[in-house]
C-alpha cells in the first residue's frame, strides 16, 4: 500500500509548470516522500524524495507542507518528454520496500 | 553502467510450462527488487532482497512463484507451472542502501497462452 492519494490525469500545457498534487495524511514522521514516473512501457523512475524539507534537483521540486501531510512535485518547465504517469510513495526510513499506487496520469499538450 | 538488466524482453509461453525471468542489478546495489505490473492490478511489490538473502517475499502470488539470488550480480523469478493470468510486465529494480532511489530494468513481457 502506497498510503498516498493522487488525482488519476492531469493536464499541462508544454513550457508551463506541472504540479503534482499527493495526499499522505497518515504519514509517519519516519516516512519519506518519494515520486517516480512511468513513461509507457518502460520501467518506472526515480524523480525525488524527501522528509520535511523542499528539494530540488534537476529533474524536479518537491514540496512538503509543514504538518506533511501533503506534499507537490514541480516540473518547473514541462515538455512533451514529460507525459508519464507519475507516482507519491511514502517509505519509511530504514525500510527498503516501494509500494505504488495508482499515481497521476500527465499529460503535456502541445 | 549499463543500469539493470532484464532478460529476455519478451517471452511468450503455454500454460503448464516453467518460465525463468532474469535479472542483473547494478554492481553495488545490496538490494534488489521483483515487481510485476498489469492493467488491473498495477505495480505490486513481489520480493526483494538484500545482500542476496530474501527479506520479504510476503508479495508472491502462489507457490509457484519462487525467486533466487545466488550472488551479487544475478537473480532469477521463476514460475512454475505458468497458467494466462500469470501475463504481465515483470520489472527487477536495484538500489543502494535505503533513502536512495531505485533503478529499474526495462523489464519482461510476459505472455501465457
Known amino acids: 500500500d502506497a498510503k498516498t492519494t493522487q488525482p488519476p490525469s492531469m493536464d499541462c500545457a508544454e513550457g508551463r509548470a506541472a504540479n503534482l498534487p499527493c495526499n499522505h495524511s497518515t504519514i509517519s514522521g519516519n516516512e519519506y516522500v518519494y515520486w517516480y514516473r512511468q513513461i509507457h512501457s518502460q520501467g518506472p523512475q526515480y524523480i525525488i524524495h524527501?522528509?520535511?524539507n523542499n528539494e530540488t534537483n534537476e529533474m524536479a521540486s518537491l514540496i512538503i507542507t509543514e504538518d506533511r501531510k501533503s506534499s507537490t512535485l514541480i516540473l518547473p518547465h514541462a515538455t512533451l518528454r514529460d507525459t508519464a504517469v507519475y507516482y507519491c510513495?511514502?517509505?519509511?526510513?530504514?525500510?527498503?520496500?516501494?509500494?505504488f499506487g495508482t499515481g497521476t496520469r500527465l499529460t503535456v499538450i502541445p | 553502467d549499463a543500469g539493470v538488466i532484464q532478460s529476455p524482453r519478451h517471452e511468450v509461453t503455454e500454460m503448464g510450462q516453467e518460465v525463468t525471468l532474469r535479472c542483473k542489478p547494478i554492481s553495488g546495489h545490496d538490494y534488489l527488487f521483483w515487481y510485476r505490473q498489469t492493467m488491473m492490478r498495477g505495480l505490486e511489490l513481489l520480493i526483494y532482497f538484500n545482500n542476496n538473502v530474501p527479506i520479504d517475499d510476503s508479495g508472491m502470488p502462489e507457490d509457484r512463484f519462487s525467486a533466487k539470488m545466488p550472488n551479487a550480480s544475478f537473480s532469477t523469478l521463476k514460475i512454475q507451472p505458468s497458467e494466462p493470468r500469470d501475463s504481465a510486465v515483470y520489472f527487477c529494480a536495484s538500489s543502494l542502501k535505503t533513502a536512495y532511489g531505485y533503478t529499474f530494468g526495462s523489464g519482461t513481457r510476459l505472455t501465457v497462452v
Open positions: 510513495s511514502l517509505v519509511g526510513a530504514g525500510a527498503n520496500n516501494l509500494f
Open positions: 524527501g522528509l520535511k
